[in-house]
């Protein structure tokens, strides 16, 4: 059965930074999009960024351009949201999300991704 384990999450000021760990557990890792998606109450999950484990290739959400990256540990089969210049807005519940690579969805869409992890918080104060 495939897990995804999220960890790093907590509270940093306005300005601060963070980085979060998705820990999938097992999984096909040489073939998969790799993604993390964020909700905060009141508002619909949001795909923050998504790395292609094939290639490396990474895109990201236009609100955290330039300020988050995504990256992988192919050996430790980990992927690492580092996360600078966090904002209150990027409070919420950080889900890891993964899927078999070649999904017809763009990578922003929930419902196309098969494994989830529980979330880790990340709140971010004025």
């Known amino acids: 059965q495939v897990r995804l384990m999220e960890s790093g999450g907590g509270s940093v000021r306005t300005g601060g930074s963070r980085t979060l760990t998705c820990t999938p557990s097992?999984?096909?890792?040489?073939?998969?999009?790799m993604t993390w998606f964020r909700q905060s109450p009141g508002k619909e999950r949001e795909a923050v960024a998504v790395i292609y484990t094939d290639r490396g290739a990474t895109d990201y959400a236009d609100s955290v351009k330039g300020r988050f990256s995504l990256t992988q540990d192919a050996v430790k089969k980990t992927v690492h949201l580092s996360m600078i210049s966090l904002k209150p807005e990027d409070s919420g519940m950080y889900y890891c999300?993964?899927?078999?690579?070649?999904?017809?969805?763009?990578?922003?869409?929930?419902?196309?991704?098969?494994?989830w992890g529980q979330g880790t918080q990340v709140t971010v104060s004025a």
């Open positions: 097992p999984f096909t890792w040489r073939t998969a999009d």
């Open positions: 999300a993964g899927r078999r690579q070649g999904s017809v969805f763009t990578w922003r869409s929930p419902d196309s991704y098969n494994y």
